[in-house]
């Protein structure tokens, strides 16, 4: 068993939906968005050890089909696509995290 800690669920579409719909099922969404701030690599190797195959790969992020075919997961690595030119306060963003209060079924 892998332990990766990665933020989740209030990143991107998913943050804005509990704050701008009645549902998060209300928002249309093609993939979960998780941030891998400390481990990238053993976060994908954890995915990939769940089933998950990457289908494709960016600068800023990888995406991850889900081995049931339910959707996709794209595993970012930084907030920003240049974490070089904007750096941000790892530290910080864990600090100030919160739980999401609704989540993806599957």
């Given at each position: 068993?892998?332990?990766?800690?990665?933020?989740?669920?209030?990143?991107?579409?998913?943050?804005?939906?509990?704050?701008?719909?009645?549902?998060?099922?209300?928002?249309?969404?093609?993939?979960?968005?998780?941030?891998?701030?400390?481990?990238?690599?053993?976060?994908?190797?954890?995915?990939?050890?769940?089933?998950?195959?990457?289908?494709?790969?960016?600068?800023?992020?990888?995406?991850?089909?889900?081995?049931?075919?339910?959707?996709?997961?794209?595993?970012?690595?930084?907030?920003?696509?240049?974490p070089r030119l904007h750096p941000?306060?790892?530290?910080?963003?864990?600090?100030?995290?919160?739980?999401?209060?609704?989540?993806?079924?599957?």
């Amino acid at each position: 068993e892998i332990k990766v800690p990665f933020l989740g669920g209030r990143v991107k579409g998913a943050a804005l939906a509990e704050g701008l719909y009645a549902s998060v099922g209300h928002r249309p969404m093609g993939d979960v968005d998780l941030l891998a701030l400390d481990d990238f690599a053993a976060s994908v190797e954890a995915l990939a050890r769940a089933g998950h195959a990457v289908r494709a790969r960016a600068d800023h992020a990888w995406t991850l089909e889900d081995p049931e075919g339910r959707g996709a997961v794209e595993l970012h690595g930084a907030l920003t696509s240049c974490p070089r030119l904007h750096p941000v306060d790892r530290e910080g963003v864990w600090t100030r995290a919160r739980s999401a209060t609704s989540h993806i079924p599957w």
